[in-house]
């Protein structure tokens, strides 16, 4: 099967720290709700892509294992 292919990607140490900053913003009372309603979808996007990384990185460990198995 196909993966899908991202136009962008971070590494997950970024994504977890971008995480950390957009919920800071989001809770801030500085933010209007227009740039609360971007960061709230920007955040679904990271966790998404975070997600993705996971279940791909899982997905390939039991495949490893064979392979040093062997």
């Known amino acids: 099967m196909r993966q899908r292919s991202r136009g962008w990607i971070m590494p997950e140490a970024d994504m977890l720290s971008m995480l ?3 919920e ?3 809770h ?3 933010v209007e709700t227009h740039y609360r309603d971007t960061l709230i979808r920007l955040r679904a ?3 998404n892509d975070l997600n993705d990384i ?3 990185s899982s997905s390939l460990e039991p495949a490893n294992a064979q392979e040093e198995a062997a």
């Open 28 to 30: 801030s009372e500085a």
């Open 24 to 26: 800071e913003k989001i």
């Open 20 to 22: 950390r900053f957009i």
């Open 45 to 47: 996007i990271l966790e």
């Open 54 to 56: 996971r279940r791909d």
